[in-house]
């Protein structure tokens, strides 16, 4: 075959060009094809002879032009995929799975604790009214105890729960004992430093049972167990308090898991960390709800507080920025 040809197939670029360079060959009116109609005019011999050259050359031909348009398909194939690349590297450290937020995992954790302890889980309204919130709790109006308190009110008198503890009057409103409940939930108060929100969250405990069947030992046995569960090795102790709706009542330090009671400035160089309030509900609190003869104790502890110690996150308010920086670490 001439060489000429092989060189025009070979210096072809694409598998269009290549094609259009077989049909000007092989196509009715190609170059190979009119030498083939020609042979009609040939004698017997040289038509014979003629005819076996062509078809070599034609074979020669398909030979060359089947090795190209491999080459070219293969060419092609790769640049339609460079073009319809997804690049796999761009999401290397991106596309990770989901987690939850340090304060939902703490809050799972301390249900999780009580749920297993056989308390079920109660809710109440955010927007609460004056009667739960604060009346049926031992606050009355003229109580100096509601100074304790920097409310958020509507123009209706309803107001934002301030605690948890409304889900106490609630749930003894409806249910009569035994009870053994706790409310995990969101709480409101007028406040904004490093270590307060206007939002965060409590869960509330509430125990209560027909005669003296429960008392402060009781209340403290649990208290102390779990703490340990959740904080490990720290030292508890009990300080008298005040709360309208208890009595007694006790505020519960930890010793300082930053300076493990030495005295630093987290804890105020005391070496102690309150971590909840709790007590033995008063006798005035069974009074609104009309129960008699029964005993019970409450407890109350801020999630964000319990969240920020034990992962020993300093400021409060870096619990609601979304900044990934600080939540990828609890992936
Ligand atoms: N409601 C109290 C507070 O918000 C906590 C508490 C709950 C105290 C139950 C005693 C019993 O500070």
Same mark, same amino acid.
């Given at each position: &075959? ?19 360079? !077989?049909?000007? =060959? ?7 094809? $009119? ?43 790769? +640049?339609?995929?460079?073009? %319809? =690349? ?10 990770? @799975? ?7 995992? @703490? ?9 297993? +302890?056989?308390?079920?889980? *109660? ?15 031992? +606050? ?5 105890? !509601?100074? &304790? ?9 309803? +107001? ?46 509430? /125990?209560? *049972? ?21 904080? #490990?090795? =720290?030292?508890? $102790? ?27 400035? /987290?804890?105020?160089? @005391? ?7 709790? #007590? /033995? ?7 609104? =709800?009309?129960?008699? %003869? /029964?005993?019970?104790?409450?407890? #109350? ?6 969240? &920020? ?9 870096? &619990?609601?920025?979304?900044?990934? !920086? ?6």
């Amino acid at each position: &075959m001439q060489k000429n040809i092989i060189n025009q197939i070979q210096a072809c670029a694409s598998m269009q060009e290549l094609e259009e360079l !077989r049909i000007s =060959v092989l196509g009715k009116n190609g170059s190979l094809s $009119r030498k083939f109609a020609e042979l009609k005019n040939l004698d017997e011999d040289s038509k014979k002879k003629t005819a076996a050259n062509l078809n070599k050359e034609k074979d020669e031909f398909n030979k060359y032009y089947n090795e190209k348009a491999q080459l070219l398909q293969e060419k092609e194939l790769e +640049l339609k995929m460079q073009e %319809n =690349v997804f690049n796999f590297a761009y999401f290397d450290d991106r596309a990770k @799975t989901a987690a939850f937020h340090p304060l939902m995992q @703490t809050m799972d954790k301390i249900i999780n604790y009580f749920v297993n +302890l056989n308390f079920s889980i *109660e809710s109440g309204p955010l927007i609460e009214d004056d009667f739960h919130n604060f009346e049926a709790l031992n +606050l009355p109006s003229s109580h100096p105890a !509601r100074d &304790m308190q920097d409310t958020f009110y509507f123009k209706n008198k309803n +107001l934002l729960r301030t605690h948890t503890s409304p889900v106490q009057i609630r749930t003894m409103l409806k249910q009569k004992p035994p009870i053994r409940i706790i409310a995990p939930g969101a709480v409101f108060r007028r406040d904004f430093d490093i270590t307060h929100t206007p939002m965060f969250h409590q869960i509330e405990g509430l /125990v209560v *049972e027909d005669g003296d069947r429960v008392s402060f030992a009781n209340l403290k046995s649990l208290l102390e167990e779990f703490l340990i569960y959740i904080f #490990g090795d =720290v030292k508890i $102790r009990f300080r008298p308090s005040f709360f309208p709706f208890t009595e007694p009542s006790a505020e519960v330090d930890i010793s300082c898991v930053f300076c493990k009671g030495s005295g630093c400035r /987290v804890c105020k160089h @005391t070496g102690w960390l309150e971590v909840l309030g709790c #007590g /033995v509900v008063d006798s005035n609190v069974f009074n609104f =709800v009309s129960y008699e %003869n /029964v005993s019970g104790y409450a407890f #109350g502890l801020g999630i964000e507080r319990f969240a &920020m110690l034990l992962h020993k996150i300093p400021d409060l308010r870096s &619990m609601y920025e979304g900044d990934l !920086r600080l939540l990828e670490q609890f992936r």
